[in-house]
């Protein structure tokens, strides 16, 4: 595995290990705008306490949930450069679990090498790909999904987790599935794109469709050979690669890579070109936290439906008199500093407060941080970028 | 004058000038209740940056709205003890000037104290009391306005300051008059108790009756001599005080004096018991800076009415999208600290910031701060009241 930063002793004794046991790549990017200002581009997300994470980060959280499914040694991390620190304190890792990307390619090029990595020792083992900042309520479920599709994958068959829909969202892309293959298995018909209102409830009741939620389960050889075969200009710059793993020129060929490749998500680069997928239906309450809204919806509430980050980390209870159903949250030094939050008559609000800016904003609004994000962009803030 | 605090070398030099010269008696007492998490009990409304009195404080901005009526010697600021320390830092006058309430016994004993400081040695010197968290536009009007009813009450009648009401405000109570003395005087016909909403608006449209700010004018001896004849009980106590003057047992008789005294209001114990009293209308842009709400009605506002103070004591400007008429403030510490806020979608609301509060309330509710406070003491949070 390459190590921009640190050896390889834990992962070279992973990779001697039985080789049917499963690999994690768990999948820490982001640009850190949906939760400003707690969210930051070098404190994206998955390093946040979110919603019922807290007091853990979402990444610590993904990582923990994999227990018991994925040994500890099997977990990597991809992650940009500028994050590599921030996400190794987080997580604690033997430094050969980081792939720090050395530019954001989105999701394709390094699942393609990080399958590279795995099959040099490793080729049929069985890879999970899952985003770094989701929530799953039930992560005895979780894992237990996670094995259905890693026997499906074994059997040489990249395979998706689709997500049991729970409302007609029309914010996911939904996986339809084709016939039942066994027990909890199923053939992909196809990915669709983000639907209407009416497509989306027409596609809950129908049963046939699952939320995409980027989770994939595959060997790792498999990997390779698809994405060999659809994003084939990879193919000898990921050969470089293996040409040199383990040497001084590791690193300046993983570059050549990043620096050549096409930026492509594994969804279009390689899911929708291929005709031979499996898709495991789960349903062990989901969330991808995208907003704030979610992250109210998912906390802990008093019976006047406020969720208070202080009333779970300290005892500097927060104040509301009339006021209902909003979201009180502090991070960084803000939660250390547990300043009183006083709400007086106000319903359906997020307050957010950390070292250096506040934020104030509607619950149903809270897609419109991103505005804030742009404002700032816009006046070169970058201190609060 | 008592000196709890200091020498009495500038206040000695006052009462040697021209007794026709005249003096102030700015009250600066207050629970700071009503501007919570700014306000607290160690730092009343009056000792706040507030609305259009920023950056100064609303007492300093009153004692220099007296600039050129009363000679900044001839100031005299009646406060509690405990609040000396940051009066005296807040505005700088020399110790003699301040006269430190061992207890708060409203405002009947404070002038009657001071009534009698200054008819010592000039008995025939107007004095004007006011109150020292009150706003006023037009400074100079409000001069033009204290000069007239100071001419009046050289004539031996105490004189009051009535606003010109410019809504039928059910807050405050209202003077009557009665038949016009001489230019801009009136006799007084009465005080009346805050009116219901449909009594108001008779009040306002009959032109006959102004609100009562709590301005006084009148000479010391005739304070000195109403005090008499309406709180008789007072007399031997301050004639104890005066027998006392300048000695090392003074501070021990006013102490007996706030002990002792009844708590009353100047309004109750002498005004409404004195038939002979004169009102001077006056319309000069007054504002008793009630509630968050009046602190939003006179700050300055961007085009879609939100008001910010960084937006007036720094660069650190704050972000207002899709937000209409909103109120920013941040007092004390977290004025200096400088924190951004960001304002999404929502109107209409009052955010304030200090370095150990935060409060979110809709304007339109400003008066309920009052309830965090309650709630604050029955948690027996003495570090936020």
Redo the contacts between chains.
């Keep these: 595995m390459l190590l921009p930063c640190g050896d390889d002793s834990a992962q070279s004794a992973a990779m001697t290990s039985n080789s049917r046991e499963i690999f994690a790549l768990i999948l820490a990017g982001g640009s850190g705008t949906r939760f400003w ?1 707690a969210s930051r581009r070098l404190r994206p997300k998955q390093l946040l306490p979110l919603g019922p994470s807290a007091p853990l980060s979402l990444i610590r959280s993904t990582a923990e949930r994999l227990s018991g499914l994925v040994a500890k040694e099997r977990i990597m991390i991809a992650t940009g450069e500028h994050l590599l620190a921030a996400t190794q304190t987080e997580l604690a890792l033997p430094p050969g679990a980081y792939l720090a990307e050395p530019r954001a390619r989105n999701t394709a090029p390094c699942i393609a090498w990080a399958a590279r990595i795995v099959a040099r020792e490793h080729p049929d083992a069985v890879m999970v790909v899952l985003p770094s900042d989701q929530h799953a309520q039930d992560a005895e479920e979780f894992r237990r999904i996670l094995s259905v599709a890693a026997d499906a994958a074994s059997e040489g068959t990249i395979t998706t987790i689709g997500i049991v829909p729970t409302r007609p969202e029309i914010g996911y892309g939904y996986i339809k599935r084709a016939a039942r293959h066994r027990e909890g298995v199923y053939r992909v018909a196809g990915f669709v794109e983000k639907p209407d209102r009416a497509t989306a409830q027409r596609y809950v009741e129908s049963g046939e469709y699952f939320w995409n939620a980027g989770i994939f389960v595959f060997r790792a050889r498999d990997m390779v050979e698809k994405i060999d075969t659809h994003l084939p200009e990879m193919k000898p710059l990921l050969d470089a690669i293996d040409q040199h793993a383990g040497t001084a020129g590791e690193i300046e060929k993983v570059r050549e890579f990043f620096d050549r490749c096409e930026s492509v998500s594994i969804d279009y680069g390689v899911m929708e070109k291929t005709s031979d997928l499996f898709v495991v239906p789960g349903d062990f309450g989901w969330s991808d936290l995208g907003s704030w809204e979610s992250a109210w919806e998912l906390s802990p509430k008093d019976a006047q439906g406020n969720a208070s980050s202080s009333s779970r980390a300290s005892s500097n ?1 927060d ?1 509301f ?2 006021a209902k159903n909003n979201l009180v949250e502090r991070l960084g030094s803000a939660a250390e500093n547990k ?8 319903e359906d ?1 997020c ?1 957010i ?1 950390t ?8 619950r149903s ?1 809270s897609q ?2 991103r ?2 994000v742009e ?2 962009q816009r ?1 070169s ?1 970058t201190d ?1 970028l």
Tied chains: 1, 2.
């Design positions: 200002p209870g104040v008199i009339s300043k009183m939050i006083a709400l007086v008559g106000v609000l307050v407060e070292d250096d800016a506040l934020l104030v904003i509607p609004r419109e941080v505005q804030v404002e700032l006046l803030r609060l």
